[in-house]
């Protein structure tokens, strides 16, 4: 038996050091069990701050359209949100011939595809998608009316 510099006993053949292929592979196996859990999770995350960003704008769109109608007693001319970075805004043209009446839409596009939800001058909200639908905002996978 030899000795090292530290004295430690050991046999005359030199141990290697690192990492064998099955400490590798399990390790791989590990990573790519977080994975395939983590990124789904993450995709829910994004898509919950996009709809969250939408209600936000076309809610405080309702609110300036509420305080131009007090204004000019008309919705013809009102201001309509800018769109989002995930949904496009449109605001639509009051219908009624006493120009009394609006729609506001904040449609999906890209991974929000299939989004949409609208809040007219009733106060009424509606959401069409991939969550679900109804008269309310549906801003959570498995949330309903």
């Excluded at 709809?51 to 704008?57: D, L, S």
Aim: contains cysteine; positive net charge; glycine residues 12%.
């Amino acid at each position: 038996m030899k000795t090292d510099r530290l004295g430690e006993k050991h046999s005359g053949q030199a141990r290697a050091r690192g990492f064998t292929l099955v400490e590798l592979m399990v390790t791989v196996a590990i990573a790519a069990i977080l994975l395939s859990l983590a990124v789904p999770s993450y995709r829910q995350y994004l898509r919950r701050g996009a709809v969250a960003e939408a209600v936000a704008a076309i809610g405080q769109g309702r609110v300036v359209a509420e305080q131009f109608f007090l204004d000019n007693r008309t919705y013809t001319g009102m201001p309509c949100p800018t769109s989002t970075g995930s949904f496009a805004i449109v605001c639509d043209d009051p219908a009624a011939p006493d120009d009394a009446t609006y729609t506001i839409t904040a449609t999906g596009s890209g991974n929000m595809a299939g989004f949409v939800y609208t809040i007219d001058q009733a106060n009424l909200r509606t959401t069409a998608g991939p969550w679900g639908s109804g008269n309310c905002w549906i801003t959570r996978k498995g949330n309903g009316c």
